[in-house]
């Protein structure tokens, strides 16, 4: 069927972190949900459940959320998992937290690329790990790795997991199979292991997404790779993700963790996972073609109108990173607060994503593009009278 993402949606009427922790009149383009419906084959797998008006104990071994995992897989990635190799978690943020236990021992170092998206550093200090950062390097318009530093960090003995996020938040950039690979080979020469966090792969618009696991026995071997229909199908409410390996030994960790952890899977949650996985590929090219253009209507806005914030087009996601430093706020805070207090538009402060944030603001494209066109006539009319103010 044909989804119309023109459409307006009022999210202030229920729960919505996105639409309720700012003051009605600011318009939210910040945390990683869209503001787009549902596919018809989700909203109906729920409006099953309502309608019996039982919200009882689900099965969680009827294996039906292993299975679409599987078939996911298999038709995406012509890669095949087993239901055994498949888990169920309720989101990526407690898959990180589920890896960052199962193979590291406290005090020891976790591995990742910053700016990064906040719960990578948040978890990893939270369950008394080390923080090893390995910043990405801004060159020519485009964030590359510097992989000398990777291996140097890798190397440490302290070290046992890289958190790759894949393609990667904040800064949209896809990994090419031969950076992928040569993480690949750092890490398995040095006994780390790769949580892969690939839940943004559904927006990619330059290059192609490449599958970790399926890169090589041993890209296989050394990973664990983790995903969610949450950010493609708009299902992060309905709290469901998965994670696999083809390593029976990393399965075992994680499984013990997972046991001792135990993640309960509500009667929603599955459902929708496995329709979602099965039934909605329809949806996932349509909403991915209507957020392109839309990345593609804001890179030339701020580009053309906007000259004072620096940004580019991301290879993948729905997120813009922005270069707000020709602003002058001499902090984070003042920073926060004009987009907030002046544009009345909440972004998510670059801070928070650790070092490479500085002086940066995250903007999520994923909404109508009335509502996009909006909030960036909002920064425009702000960020001329903060440049008329600088002289």
Same mark, same amino acid.
């Given at each position: ?39 018809? #084959? ?15 104990? #689900?099965?969680?071994? *009827? ?18 998992? *087993? ?9 990526? *943020? ?11 021992? #406290? ?285």
């Amino acid at each position: 069927m044909q989804y119309n993402f023109d459409c307006i949606i009022d999210r202030t009427q229920i729960d919505s972190v996105k639409w309720t922790a700012y003051p009605k009149d600011v318009l939210p383009l910040w945390v990683a949900d869209s503001d787009f419906q549902s596919p018809e #084959p989700v909203v109906a797998a729920v409006q099953k459940i309502v309608d019996t008006k039982v919200f009882g104990y #689900p099965n969680g071994h *009827s294996g039906v959320l292993e299975r679409a995992a599987v078939s996911w897989c298999q038709r995406k990635y012509n890669f095949t998992f *087993s239901e055994s190799e498949i888990h169920y978690c309720p989101s990526m *943020s407690f898959g990180l937290a589920i890896a960052i236990r199962a193979f590291t021992q #406290p005090g020891g170092k976790v591995l990742m690329q910053t700016p990064i998206y906040p719960p990578f550093t948040e978890l990893t200090k939270a369950n008394g790990r080390v923080c090893s950062m390995n910043p990405l390097k801004f060159v020519n318009g485009r964030y590359e790795v510097d992989f000398e530093d990777f291996e140097r960090r890798a190397a440490d003995p302290d070290c046992s997991l890289f958190l790759l996020c894949s393609p990667h938040n904040p800064t949209g950039r896809v990994f090419s199979a031969d950076e992928l690979n040569r993480f690949v080979e750092i890490c398995a020469a040095h006994d780390v292991v790769i949580l892969s966090d690939e839940v943004h792969s559904g927006f990619v618009f330059k290059g192609e997404h490449a599958f970790l696991p399926g890169l090589s026995e041993t890209a296989a071997r050394i990973s664990v790779w983790g995903s969610s229909p949450s950010k493609t199908f708009n299902t992060a409410g309905l709290r469901a993700a998965s994670l696999g390996s083809k390593n029976p030994e990393l399965n075992a960790k994680l499984k013990a963790e997972l046991t001792a952890s135990q993640p309960d899977r509500s009667i929603f949650s599955q459902t929708a996972f496995a329709a979602a996985w099965t039934e909605c590929d329809d949806y996932g090219e349509q909403v991915a073609a209507y957020v392109k253009k839309n990345l593609e209507f804001a890179v030339e806005f701020f580009r053309t109108r906007i000259p004072s914030i620096k940004t580019y087009l991301p290879d993948a996601t729905y997120l813009m990173w922005l270069d707000c430093s020709a602003l002058g706020f001499k902090t984070q805070t003042e920073l926060s607060e004009f987009f907030v207090k002046e544009a009345k538009v909440a972004l998510n402060p670059g801070e928070s994503f650790g070092p490479g944030g500085e002086q940066h603001m995250r903007l999520n494209t994923a909404c109508p593009r009335s509502t996009l066109e909006t909030a960036l006539q909002r920064i425009e009319a702000a960020a001329a009278r903060r440049c008329a103010l600088l002289g």
